[in-house]
């Protein structure tokens, strides 16, 4: 079950949180590990912001937990989750490769 917390933050029964730190990361934090991916905000044709969050900038866990290895299948369940509680916070998004300096000079 996913509780929001504030405009910002959503907390897990699973024992995870996910808040979008400002208009370009969002942190999943689940314990004492966390971990940062980029997320953007455009306009679109309708006058509303549409969310991107770009998969491959979930490199691993931050420091102190930098040296233990996420495997693919952790970086989409977190991917997945942080997907999910965007959805809760009302922001209509999708999920892209790539990271977000990347897109940009595309």
């Not at 933050?9 to 991916?37: F, L, M, N």
């Not at 989750?81 to 990347?102: A, D, F, P, T």
Request: hydrophobic share 35%.
């Amino acid at each position: 079950m996913l509780r929001k917390i504030d405009n910002k933050t959503v907390e897990s029964s699973q024992g995870y949180i996910v808040r979008v730190i400002d208009i370009h990361y969002a942190e999943y934090s689940e314990g004492s590990k966390a971990a940062i991916v980029e997320i953007e905000g455009g306009i679109n044709e309708s006058g509303n912001v549409d969310w991107s969050i770009y998969r491959k900038s979930l490199k691993g866990w931050n420091t102190p937990f930098d040296d233990i290895k996420m495997t693919e299948d952790e970086q989409k369940t977190i991917v997945d989750r942080i997907s999910e509680c965007l959805k809760v916070l009302g922001m209509q998004h999708k999920v892209v490769g790539g990271v977000r300096s990347q897109h940009l000079t595309d």
